[in-house]
C-alpha cells in the first residue's frame, strides 16, 4: 500500500522559482515527478532513487530543477527555478515501489501511486 499527495503549484512569471512538495506514505523504490501540458502525453521531469539516493533529471530541465528528499517526513521536492512560459503543466508526484522502478525511473509504467496533480502556469 502507498500514496502520494503533490501541493505547491501557482503562476509565476517567467524566470520566477516555485517548489512543489509530494508526501508520500509506504515503501518506495523510487519517488518522480511528471508533468503533462495542455494535449499532450505526460512527461517525465525527475526521479529520486532511494538506493544511492540517486537523482535524475530531463533534459528540459536538467540546471534549471533541483530535487531533495526529506526521508524523516517522506516526502519529495521539486525546486524549479529560471521557469520557463514551456515549463506550463499540471505537475504530478508518483511512488514506485517494485524492483525496477528504479531502472525505468522515467517511465509513467513504473510507478505505482500518484499524486493528483498541482497546475504550475508561467507567464511570459
Known amino acids: 500500500e502507498g500514496s502520494a499527495a503533490g501541493s505547491g503549484g501557482g503562476s509565476v512569471q517567467a524566470g520566477d522559482s516555485l517548489r512543489l512538495s509530494c508526501a508520500a506514505s509506504g515503501r518506495s523504490v523510487v519517488m518522480g515527478w511528471f508533468r503533462q501540458g495542455p494535449g499532450t502525453e505526460r512527461e517525465f521531469v525527475g526521479a529520486f532513487r532511494r538506493n544511492g539516493d540517486r537523482t535524475y533529471y530531463a533534459a528540459s530541465v536538467k540546471g534549471r530543477f533541483t530535487i531533495s528528499r526529506d526521508n524523516a517526513k517522506n516526502t519529495l521536492y521539486l525546486e524549479m527555478n529560471s521557469l520557463k512560459p514551456e515549463d506550463t503543466a499540471v505537475y504530478y508526484c508518483?511512488?514506485?515501489?517494485?524492483?525496477?522502478?528504479?531502472?525505468?525511473?522515467?517511465?509513467?509504467?513504473?510507478?505505482?501511486?500518484w499524486g493528483q496533480g498541482t497546475q504550475v502556469t508561467v507567464s511570459s
Open positions: 508518483a511512488v514506485g515501489q517494485r524492483l525496477d522502478s528504479g531502472i525505468y525511473y522515467d517511465s509513467v509504467l513504473s510507478y505505482d501511486y
